[in-house]
């Protein structure tokens, strides 16, 4: 079994005016030899954006993007003809695969606070896809919601590789197991807020850890909790 634990005061960090970013992993200017991905997760990033500013049209490929709104609304457009706004109710997974450019603004008067994720795909060049779904916040208390997976089980959005990705909000004095998808991956656990207790490590918001070689991990809540797990291949 391999443990690693990320503190939320030990990631990177940007500061940009209208973007302030938190990074768990090696990201844009920041780097740290230690931290390159956690086998094919490969960024999670934490940002606010200010109102009536964003990301202009960028260019993405071969990278497996999941983007989940925790604050306001975020205004998508892309070069495979998509437009869209996500609120805090839905997930964004797009597969940039072969190559896609795509913007990401705040339009509204209040911060957006989003996560986003980038999984390294299974093979390359595959053909750019766009998927986006709403996710009650009914179907995660006490248990796990599955948001991505490499088939779409669960009614979750599909992804270019053996990955699951998972949110769950815990009430204080529950526990749960989580038990891998696919023998030989690993877990990363994120807590967006509350505190977990994983493998007798007490995990506040924003700290996260990373496990390898166990088939399931049991998680208690110290406090009424939110956190996402995201199991994916460990040799990618």
């Given at each position: 079994m391999s443990l690693v634990i990320h503190k939320a005061e030990e990631r990177g960090k940007a500061h940009h005016g209208w973007l302030e970013s938190r990074f768990s992993f090696s990201?844009?200017?920041w780097h740290d030899p230690e931290r390159m991905g956690f086998g094919a997760l490969r960024v999670l990033n934490d940002d606010i954006i200010s109102p009536n500013s964003g990301f202009g049209m960028h260019p993405h490929?071969?990278?497996?993007?999941?983007?989940?709104?925790?604050?306001?609304?975020?205004t998508h457009e892309d070069s495979l003809g998509n437009k869209s706004v996500l609120d805090s109710s839905k997930v964004q997974?797009?597969?940039a695969g072969k190559g896609v450019v795509h913007s990401e603004f705040n339009l509204g008067e209040k911060p957006l606070a989003l996560f986003q994720m980038w999984i390294t795909p299974k093979s390359l060049d595959i053909v750019s896809r766009y998927g986006e779904k709403v996710f009650p916040?009914?179907?995660?208390?006490?248990?796990?919601?599955?948001?991505?997976?490499?088939?779409?089980?669960?009614a979750s959005l599909p992804i270019h590789q053996d990955s699951?990705?998972?949110r769950s909000e815990m009430e204080e004095g529950r526990e749960i197991s989580y038990s891998l998808f696919e023998c030989g991956n690993g877990v990363y656990i994120f807590v967006i807020s509350g505190e977990i207790i994983v493998k007798k490590t007490n995990?506040?918001?924003?700290?996260?850890?990373?496990?390898?070689?166990?088939?399931?991990?049991?998680?208690?809540?110290?406090?009424?909790?939110?956190f996402l797990i995201t199991e994916v291949p460990i040799g990618e």
């Amino acid at each position: 079994m391999s443990l690693v634990i990320h503190k939320a005061e030990e990631r990177g960090k940007a500061h940009h005016g209208w973007l302030e970013s938190r990074f768990s992993f090696s990201f844009a200017s920041w780097h740290d030899p230690e931290r390159m991905g956690f086998g094919a997760l490969r960024v999670l990033n934490d940002d606010i954006i200010s109102p009536n500013s964003g990301f202009g049209m960028h260019p993405h490929k071969n990278m497996e993007i999941i983007t989940i709104v925790t604050e306001g609304e975020v205004t998508h457009e892309d070069s495979l003809g998509n437009k869209s706004v996500l609120d805090s109710s839905k997930v964004q997974a797009m597969s940039a695969g072969k190559g896609v450019v795509h913007s990401e603004f705040n339009l509204g008067e209040k911060p957006l606070a989003l996560f986003q994720m980038w999984i390294t795909p299974k093979s390359l060049d595959i053909v750019s896809r766009y998927g986006e779904k709403v996710f009650p916040q009914s179907g995660r208390k006490n248990k796990f919601q599955l948001l991505a997976s490499p088939d779409g089980r669960e009614a979750s959005l599909p992804i270019h590789q053996d990955s699951f990705l998972s949110r769950s909000e815990m009430e204080e004095g529950r526990e749960i197991s989580y038990s891998l998808f696919e023998c030989g991956n690993g877990v990363y656990i994120f807590v967006i807020s509350g505190e977990i207790i994983v493998k007798k490590t007490n995990l506040k918001s924003r700290d996260a850890v990373g496990i390898s070689g166990l088939p399931e991990v049991l998680i208690s809540a110290a406090k009424n909790s939110d956190f996402l797990i995201t199991e994916v291949p460990i040799g990618e």
